[in-house]
């Protein structure tokens, strides 16, 4: 019984300094916390955006080129040499962004995400 009693004393005890500290300001801090949380997730959305953004850029200019060529570069050189514009251009955490040629109608456009590394579950890919 004095176990049971003592579990209950502790809690009570614990509710009640986490009450005051709540009340004194630990809320503010909470608040804080959720608000650097909500930018974090808000700057990570604006990466995602920015990368697609680059690769629909990149995009446009290889389609322009298969247009012109009726087919797909065979590198992103090649598209370089007729287009100045598609210097390296890289996805928003500064990595260059990949270029994959399947077939002369098709390509795949590959950012390696936040962990800079192709291969893994954050990448970025775009089949065209």
Same mark, same amino acid.
């Not at 700057?43 to 697609?52: G, N, R």
């Not at 590198?75 to 007729?82: A, D, G, P, Q």
């Given at each position: 019984?004095? /176990? ?19 009340? /004194?300001?630990? /809320? ?34 290889? %389609? ?31 990595? /260059? %962004? ?31």
């Amino acid at each position: 019984m004095r /176990k049971k009693g003592f579990f209950a004393l502790l809690i009570v005890a614990v509710a009640m300094v986490y009450f005051l500290w709540w009340t /004194k300001g630990g /809320k503010e801090k909470v608040m804080d916390v959720i608000k650097v949380m909500d930018v974090m997730r808000v700057f990570s959305s604006t990466e995602h955006d920015v990368t697609k953004a680059n690769l629909t850029s990149l995009a446009k200019g290889i %389609l322009s080129f298969v247009s012109q060529e009726g087919r797909t570069p065979t590198s992103l050189k090649e598209i370089r040499m007729f287009y100045d514009v598609f210097e390296e251009i890289p996805d928003a955490w500064g990595t /260059k %962004l990949r270029y994959e040629r399947i077939s002369d109608e098709d390509f795949r456009l590959i950012s390696a995400g936040k962990d800079k590394v192709f291969s893994t579950s954050d990448d970025i890919v775009i089949k065209f």
